[in-house]
């Protein structure tokens, strides 16, 4: 055994505790001490049943995703499932924090189960393409009948213990000590000499036309979203099988399921986008840095109520220089209320956190969101061994040690970006690193100056420089966005130039196009002839777009100059010579150390920008295509724009490598 289960023994029972830092995962190493664990426990005369628990602060996180894309290793996690529930003597599960994914095979493949009352389990992979394995979607149904395990599995939400839903998963709830509860269990189902088997379980299935008219009402759920194939259709077809077949049979089903699920692009896609989202938190700063608990933050400069409400919302204490700050605050609370996302109470408290007025020495954390007008201004200063940061509001986060940008609105993009200058101190990072943790956030480290204005920004930038390029080539407006949209993007580019402000835009794009070496939007061309007219955006209700209460409508042609996209672009589809801007555009930041590794900029633009999370981000996309591809379409689109477009030196020589953004480009294939 490698140590990865602690072994103990109390009246008879052998308690097996998963003990893997970090979050117990379900390893190859793990599994094979658990059934070593079991068979040997069998074997022992003295042994009369079996406790599997934990050590730590939850159960177990499940298997490591990245497991999944290499060979399988045994024992599985439906091996080991069919061992526990075929022992041949009772197995009882304790459990406390939370059972996520694999791991809640385990519990339901349990003779019985014991939870503290505030124990969670959830089955996430609808979010990552995949569907339940290890037989959950075969002994969940049984348990608890197709409406409930449906909820689970479609939603990707977790549940606690002590939820009724989940009445008939738990012998018993307790308060706390599950394990002792669950020796107790464990030698009751000995002194018996029978215990229960969720593969023989019928109580889910006592009311058949129940049972259908869940899966009924879930599969029009599901067709309505549109997800008629994939990971979701799926999940209703086993659960179907629970119904239908021997579970030996729906066993087989869902195994065949999950393997076509876990090879498929969009599990593949969005493995690589979690993964990536994991690795971002990965500073240098947080190696041995002190951190300082920021919970008074101090917000200078205007129109940064949804910036306020996320710290209002992680339960800080926010002050603002803004007069307007309470009203645009309490005007957003408001319509949450409206929603049902929020109760009048909570907006209340949270609306008591908030104040305007002086408070210098106060915060915990200054965050300068004035921009150019901060050289006219008194600087805000924090508290004795307190934080000061740019705060990005739109123009970038150049020019300071350290700087955060929120990407908003705030409600919806849960990413931030932290502009580490040179001199910034480590515990000043890890100290932001740790509030936007526990924000909610994902965060990523933009390394400065080489950032320039931030990675979203640039990132951004060149995609809009390119767009604006392909209109001056002949396409029209709705070809360059729906090319972006097939791309990945859920707007385009112009679109989202029109919401944000040309004006804005056309300011923070001449910054990018210097630091890129392109041609800034000046004097001639779409955005300029835009701004000549006085149109300016949505706020003016006009601009690449006609801006009514029906929502945005592309001016001019549809059809461009008439042309045929390709041949305007000498055979290059519109939606790859964007993909190739953005490629571009990454290698530069990559070469230049702006970023610490490539999937960072993935996450930038699924989390920043709504990329296809499916699709798992332009950098994943390039590989999965193969950068030889993006390479002949740069050096045909150089022609058009030769500082967008030519070829990096990086994606050069990864190309005569072999080399992809994520390791040998033959790895990407299938």
């Known amino acids: 055994m490698t140590g990865q289960v602690q072994l103990d023994t109390r009246d008879g029972v052998r308690i097996a505790r998963l003990n893997r830092p970090v979050a117990n995962a379900l390893t190859p190493d793990l599994r094979a001490d658990l059934l070593q664990a079991l068979r040997e426990a069998v074997a022992e005369a003295d042994c009369r049943a079996v406790v599997i628990g934990a050590i730590g602060p939850g159960f177990s996180s499940g298997v490591d995703l990245m497991e999944y894309d290499g060979e399988p290793v045994p024992p599985s996690v439906a091996e080991l499932c069919q061992q526990i529930e075929n022992n041949a003597k009772p197995v009882v599960l304790a459990l406390h924090g939370a059972a996520l994914g694999a791991a809640v095979a385990l519990v339901l493949a349990a003779h019985g189960r014991v939870a503290v009352a505030d124990a969670r389990i959830g089955l996430p992979e609808i979010g990552l393409g995949m569907i339940p394995g290890g037989g959950v979607t075969q002994r969940l149904p049984r348990l608890v009948g197709a409406g409930v395990a449906l909820d689970l599995m479609l939603s990707g939400q977790s549940l606690r213990a002590d939820d009724p839903r989940l009445s008939q998963v738990f012998d018993r709830v307790v308060a706390q000590d599950a394990e002792t509860a669950a020796v107790a269990l464990a030698r009751h189902l000995a002194d018996r000499g029978v215990w229960p088997r969720s593969c023989d379980g019928t109580r889910g299935m006592a009311d058949p036309l129940a049972y259908q008219a869940a899966l009924t009402a879930a599969g029009q759920t599901v067709q309505k979203s549109g997800q008629k194939s994939g990971a979701a259709a799926d999940i209703l077809h086993t659960v179907a099988a629970a119904q239908l077949l021997p579970f030996a049979q729906g066993l087989a089903l869902e195994q065949v399921l999950f393997d076509e699920r876990l090879h498929s692009p969009e599990a593949r896609a969005q493995r690589h986008v979690f993964a990536a989202e994991r690795r971002a938190a990965g500073m240098p700063e947080l190696r041995g840095a002190e951190i300082h608990p920021l919970r008074r933050i101090a917000l200078a400069g205007s129109g940064l109520g949804d910036v306020a409400m996320a710290f209002l919302d992680a339960g800080r204490a926010v002050w603002g220089t803004d007069p307007d700050l309470p009203g645009q605050v309490q005007h957003g609370y408001e319509r949450m209320v409206r929603g049902g996302r929020l109760s009048a109470a909570e907006m209340q408290t949270r609306l008591a956190q908030l104040e305007v007025g002086v408070a210098e020495g106060w915060a915990d954390l200054v965050l300068e969101g004035r921009g150019a007008a901060l050289a006219q201004s008194d600087p805000v200063h924090p508290a004795e061994g307190g934080i000061s940061a740019v705060l990005d509001p739109g123009a970038g986060v150049a020019g300071g040690t350290l700087g955060l940008r929120l990407y908003r609105p705030t409600q919806v993009f849960k990413l931030a970006e932290i502009a580490v200058g040179e001199g910034a101190e480590a515990a000043a990072v890890a100290s932001l690193a740790r509030l936007c943790a526990e924000m909610g956030r994902t965060a990523v480290r933009a390394a400065m100056p080489a950032a320039g204005l931030g990675l979203g920004h640039v990132m951004m930038g060149g995609l809009s420089l390119a767009a604006l390029d392909l209109l001056r080539a002949g396409l029209s407006v709705q070809q360059v966005d729906h090319a972006a949209q097939r791309l990945g993007l859920r707007y385009g580019p112009l679109l989202l130039m029109d919401v944000e402000g040309l004006p804005v835009v056309a300011q923070r794009l001449r910054a990018v196009a210097a630091m890129i070496g392109a041609a800034a939007p000046d004097h001639a061309g779409p955005l300029a002839d835009q701004l000549a007219r006085g149109a300016i955006g949505r706020a003016a209700g006009r601009g690449f777009y006609e801006h009514s209460p029906e929502g945005p409508r592309a001016l001019g042609d549809p059809a461009g100059s008439g042309r045929d996209p390709a041949e305007i672009l000498a055979g290059v589809a519109p939606r790859d010579a964007l993909h190739a801007a953005l490629v571009k555009v990454a290698a ?83």
Do not use: C, H
């Not at 193969?626 to 030196?649: C, T």
């Open 588 to 670: 530069q930041l990559l070469r230049s150390q702006a970023v610490q590794r490539a999937s960072d900029l993935d996450v930038v633009m699924v989390r920043g920008y709504g990329f296809d999370r499916a699709r798992g981000g332009p950098l994943f996309q390039a590989d999965r295509r193969g950068l030889l591809a993006v390479l002949k379409d740069m050096k045909v689109l150089s022609a058009l724009s030769e500082p967008l477009w030519a070829p990096d030196p990086l994606i050069e020589t990864m190309v005569k490598n072999g080399e992809g953004f994520f390791g040998r480009a033959a790895a990407m294939v299938g």
